[in-house]
Nanobody, 125 residues
Framework: VQLQASGGGLVQAGGSLRLSCAAS????????MGWFRQAPGKEREFVAGIARSNGDTSYADSVKGRFTISRDNAKITVTLQMNSLKPEDTAVYYC???????????????????WGQGTLVTVSS
């Protein structure tokens, strides 16, 4: 599975950005898609995830109410709409796909099998 992320850029605090990630290659019958981010000097952290099967979502507390994850099963894409951006949201954002069988959306890196190349989001104050 190959993942191609796009949509990063520079935005002022309070602004919005929309990240997209398209998957291609091997067909997965059931999976989760997620977004992680890594700020300079910090570990990569979970941002949001969504289940392909029923659209259930999961968010990190730091982005809840500001970010929205959605998916298009036909196109095998996942989108992260980011509103009310803050300088602390500055990071490289990675999309990922999990082909594992989990009861809940995985929130750890180890739960994901495939990763995109990352797209930089910079929020200026």
């Amino acid at each position: 599975v190959q993942l191609q992320a796009s949509g990063g850029g520079l935005v002022q605090a309070g602004g919005s950005l929309r990240l997209s990630c398209a998957a291609s290659g091997r067909t997965l019958s059931s999976y989760f898609m997620g977004w992680f981010r890594q700020a300079p000097g910090k570990e990569r952290e979970f941002v949001a995830g969504i289940a392909r099967s029923n659209g259930d979502t999961s968010y990190a507390d730091s982005v809840k109410g500001r970010f929205t994850i959605s998916r298009d099963n036909a196109k095998i894409t996942v989108t992260l709409q980011m509103n009310s951006l803050k300088p602390e949201d500055t990071a490289v954002y990675y999309c990922a796909v999990s082909s594992g069988t989990y009861w809940q959306i995985p929130r750890r890196e180890s739960g994901y099998d495939y990763w995109g190349q990352g797209t930089l989001v910079t929020v200026s104050s």
